[in-house]
């Protein structure tokens, strides 16, 4: 599978546990982005890279959350001391340009 | 910044009739418009999308119009089938971030 791949698929943590997501890009987009859907929402925007900068943070993405792509290839999400609030599913999406983004599958995180 | 309205929320139609879906944009520096849908537990998938030096594009059974005086563009879907049924998504993007509407849950009745 050629695609955007993240993992895990599913988390499940209890309040003011932390949390990881991994998201790996289609291998030749340098353009990598983080957003979080709730139930009957479109995506919001949280973070962009290009390459391994962190070029944008969204208002959303509060302190307690952190965004890395070290070597402009794999991302990871961390989210410290999760909130009921923070559950929802986070999408990771990459792209080869400015425009065209392609979503991978998602993780659902539920904070219990 | 950007705000991105969606109608309708629901959109219920008959096997092979049509479906069309509106959105609005406010900010005039959008320039790309992408619809995605979205079937239940699945990723986002992006259908058709259009630029904002083109009026219309279409793809088989998909076309989507672009009024940039307005803001506003809308999907169309013709011939609609049981397997069109999701939720569609509508978004705007000026530069990197793209900024969606609510999503339009269409059901193909057979």
């Known amino acids: 599978d050629t695609g955007v791949s993240q993992d895990p698929r599913h988390k499940i943590t209890k309040r003011g546990q932390n949390v990881t997501f991994r998201c790996d890009p289609i291998s030749e987009h340098n353009r990598l982005y983080w957003y979080r859907q709730t139930l009957g929402q479109g995506p919001e925007f949280l973070t962009y890279?290009?390459?391994?900068?962190?070029?944008?943070k969204s208002r959303l993405l509060s302190d307690r959350f952190s965004a890395e792509r070290p070597k402009g290839s794999f991302s990871t999400l961390e989210i410290q001391r999760t909130e009921q609030g923070d559950s929802a599913m986070y999408l990771c999406?990459?792209?080869?340009?400015?425009?065209?983004?392609?979503f991978g599958p998602g993780t659902r995180l539920t904070v219990l | 910044g950007e705000n991105v309205e969606q109608h309708p929320s629901t959109l219920s139609v008959q096997e092979g009739d049509s479906a069309v879906i509106k959105c609005t944009y406010s900010?005039?520096?959008?320039?790309?418009f992408p619809w995605y849908k979205q079937e239940l537990g699945k990723r986002p998938q992006l259908i058709i999308d259009i630029r904002s030096n083109v009026g219309e594009k279409k793809d088989q059974r998909i076309a989507v119009t672009l009024n940039k005086t307005a803001k506003h563009f809308s999907l169309h879907i013709t011939e609609t089938q049981p397997e069109d049924s999701a939720v569609y998504f509508c978004?705007?993007?000026?530069?990197?971030?793209?900024?969606f509407g609510k999503g339009t849950k269409l059901s193909v009745i057979p």
């Open positions: 999406a990459s792209s080869p340009s400015r425009n065209e983004q392609f």
């Open positions: 978004a705007a993007s000026g530069s990197y971030q793209l900024t």
């Open positions: 890279f290009q390459n391994e900068a962190q070029l944008e």
């Open positions: 900010d005039s520096a959008s320039n790309y």
